[in-house]
């Protein structure tokens, strides 16, 4: 009987729930000092003077450094084609670009002290105009990086043939805004460093990448790799937003060394809001044609992508949107066209979707779109047009090869179990009755990519010790997911040693050699994949040992899974255990197996969603009140752990269509930068989910395993959105921007009317 | 999100309180469940030099009926209201906008005292109040005085309490079988509303409007327009009358206006004033 499948209660939690995490801000630290940050308080200017005198004289105060102290190089954007001249200063050099740039760091005994010293240090600023809007920064008038001679970071554009639409019957054209939003992660960044005498740098830090945290370091610093150590404790959340390590832990870096002792820094949740890359970010003009039989036939989008101020991962989005752009479609024309700008807000980076999410709100509009100008059912037209299962693999226009899908099926299960038609009576219903209570249907289906990376494999090592224990290292980086749950179990699978005896390692990049970390829905096809494999060849090893204990043919020596022995088959009471295999193996080395997983590609999970919303056409409060989700991310290791993945999706999918967006002012303030004036979404928010199982094993990986982590943000936006305007479709309105604020609904609620009334 | 340093003094009894608040002036503020003045601190948009705290003085958290009001000890936690029998028998209205206060986190430590004294336009409480008619016990050097609800609130964040008085009480004309109702229009249940309204019908009818100006306010036109016979609607069309709502980042002065029409009419037919 196979563990693989069931719903494992995590082996994490009872820590979690007793004695809690040991998060970055948890660390002892002892001896340490605190290092406080200067951040720029103007979006955009010049640093006409600095003067840190003021601090110095601040109790506990032992330095204050800028960037004319430290000789750190800035910071590569680890992207290639990205322009040298617009790398980021690790402190801001003469210009700052964004309010929250850190300008200068104040090292004090105590932590409270810094919050007062940093108020000291003087930084007269020259204005410099500011850029927030990317049209705006588009067109030039104002440059960030005038050595650069553009604002433009990225260029993936392409020209629209101008007889791209001439077979269709029907065009429609929309501006759809894909809003800038905070990852949010509850544990804000945090971290520590400290140089040994031998001149090794140990770091801890809130990170979902250890190993290449420490390859930058090291690089940084130019130590060997051997010299630098990189630790992650307990994470509490990175949604993307904590791959890389930030200008700030390089400044508490280099200030350890320079006082040659700890130094540790936890930002606050105000600093959080401006320092922590954010997501989204594009404005999109979709245009998209067909025949008034439902049949889509060309699809055009043009993604203008704020990369904010310093160009990353950010500037790279488009790409994904570009290449994601049919989505679930079999649509015979795609064109799609890109460019990312820099503007004077918080740089962008890879949350929760990354591009994906962007590439399937705009597909879905345009269907919605498409439907609702030939005026057809709008599930029944993506039906029409959905990528048939029998065609997969399947390539896309945009040249990706999707592994499996069943999209058709996908879209029924939902629509079934959400009682489609009784939803569309009921709303007909209501639209009869002429309340202010209108109820609006929206459906979505989606594909995105997961592991899509190029270096698809991930590291691990697996071995038994001689006490019968198992020890599993991954080069996976757990924050939240389970990983602990879901390796032993793997592990477990193989070995027939019992989950409670598998220690899993991780985040330490002195136990594990190496990693790629945790992101992209990466982790179980990768990472897991690794487990998996290397127990199987751990197995075989221990195998070929113990058939020369039990002076036996290899060939005949079993694993007893349920014992935990191995015997030659038909004579089970002659038997060598895990112990007595591994004690040995002690002499040749030990039962040790190092692997690296290689995936033979990406993933492609898809699913669909139906969600129904109740718009109050009075005040313009628009209220989830059912999601039903169908998301397939092939076989299923553990439903606790995928259903976990998909309720944070869900709800982070949803507080894009209803509730969260950045916002700054026009001279780049922001204004959303706390937890009250920023609408994270809450459990008050949200109904219960309504999940629905699908499982299609994608055949890139022994384990059948697609991506879970990003699905439920991609699907489930678009379809809130769609039902936000489908609750008002028949006041005649097509198209609301999210999120769909009460003010935004209302707002178009009052155009739609005064539109119809000068008719 | 550090506070600016500050003295921390324990009153042990309200003439304590306000022998430091007469000692410290205008430096010193009172700090009772904390949820108003310390997020303020936090952001360093206040930095009081001392901090009175009140918060165990328990001798000033009740709620008791008394003839025909009921007396309310200024240090009474939300959660205490939200669950009083008294209020529940007597003035559903408060322990309903009570329970609708923040999170329950914020329930369990803020105070009426507190966020009446707070005077923040955008709060629940005061508006009740305002609708209900209550009086306000303050304890100062020269001893108490009372002051009406609506002569309490005065500017942004200022009310008619002085720097060296206690609030100790707030007294509620009993309501007992009135309507009422409380409109709360906001994003996430744990938010300030973006426009509130707090209506009791009964003998004693009264409107409160949670941020519709610089202070908790009185719906005086739709009062005035009920009492001359208006229908709900009718009289809901004046909730907005001479009214400078502000601008944020939820809601234009204008859609202020809109809603606090229709919350109007929706709480006037809810507690069927009309």
Known sequence: MSILGNRVLRREDPKFLTTGGVYGDDLPGVGALWATFVRSTMAHARIVALDAGGALDRPGVVAVYTAADLDLPPVPAGMPGIPESMFRPVLAQDVVRFVGEPVAVVLTEERYQGEDAAEAVFVDYEPLPTVVDPETALAGGTLLFPDHGTNVATDFREPLDEHFFDDCEVVVRQRVINQRVAPCPLEVRSGMASWGADGRLTQWLSTQAPHSAKDALAGLFALAADQVRVIAPDVGGGFGAKIGPYPEDLVVAWSARAQGRPVRWTETRSESMLGLVHGRGQIQDIAIGGNRDGQVLAYRIDVLQDAGAYPAVGAYLPMLTKLMAPGTYAIPKVSASACAVVTNTTSIGAYRGAGRPEATAAIERAMDLFAAEIGADPAQVRRQNLVSKDFFPYTTATGFTYDIGDYMGALDLALEASDYAGLRAEQARRRAEGGPCQMGIGVSTYVEITNGLPDAGEFAVVEVLPTGTARVYTGSSPHGQGHVTAWSMLASEQLGIPMEDIEVVANDTDLVASGGGTMGSRSLQAGGLAVHEASMTLVDEARQLAAELLEANPDDVVLDKIEGRFHVAGTPAVARSWAEVASAAEERGGLRVEHKSSPSGPTFPFGAHVAVVEVDTETGQARLRRLVAVDDAGTILNPLLAEGQRHGGLAQGVAQALLEEVRYDADGNPVTSNLADYAMISATELPSFELVSMATPTPVNALGAKGIGESGTIGSTPAVQSAVVDAVAHLGVRHIDMPASPQRVWQVLQDSASHKGSE | ?274
């Open chain 2, 1 to 274: 999100m550090i506070p600016a340093a500050f003295d921390y003094r324990r009153a042990q009894s309200v003439d304590e309180a306000v022998g430091l608040l007469t000692e410290h002036g205008e430096d010193a503020k009172l700090l009772a469940g904390g949820h108003s003045l310390l997020p303020l601190m936090k952001l360093r948009l206040a930095a009081p030099s001392v901090l009175v705290d009140i918060g165990r003085l328990s001798d000033l958290s009740y709620v008791r009926a008394n003839g025909d009001t009921v007396a309310i000890g200024a240090l009474t936690r939300h959660r205490d209201l939200e669950i009083s029998s008294v209020l529940h028998e007597h003035v559903p209205l408060l322990a309903h906008v009570a329970g609708q206060v923040g999170d329950p986190q914020v329930r369990h430590r803020g105070t009426i005292g507190g966020s009446l004294a707070h005077g923040d336009p955008a709060s629940d409480l005061p508006a009740a109040c305002l609708a209900l008619g209550a009086t306000f016990t303050m304890v100062g050097p020269q001893g108490e005085r009372e002051i009406e609800a609506a002569d309490f609130f005065q500017g942004f964040l200022e009310t008619a309490l002085g720097p060296d008085e206690v609030l100790t009480e707030i007294r509620v004309p009993k309501a007992d079988g009135a309507g009422w109702s409380f409109q709360k229009f906001n994003r996430r249940a744990q938010d300030w509303a973006i426009v509130g309204v707090a209506a009791v019908a009964g003998s004693r009818p009264g409107i409160g409007l949670v941020n519709m100006g610089s202070v908790p306010l009185r719906a005086t036109a739709v009062e005035a327009a009920l009492a001359a016979g208006a229908s709900a609607s009718e009289a809901a069309a004046h909730a907005a009358d001479g009214l400078d709502p502000p601008e944020d980042l939820n809601a234009s002065p204008e859609y202020r206006r809109h809603l606090v029409r229709v919350l109007v009419r929706r709480a006037l037919e809810e507690a069927g004033a009309a």
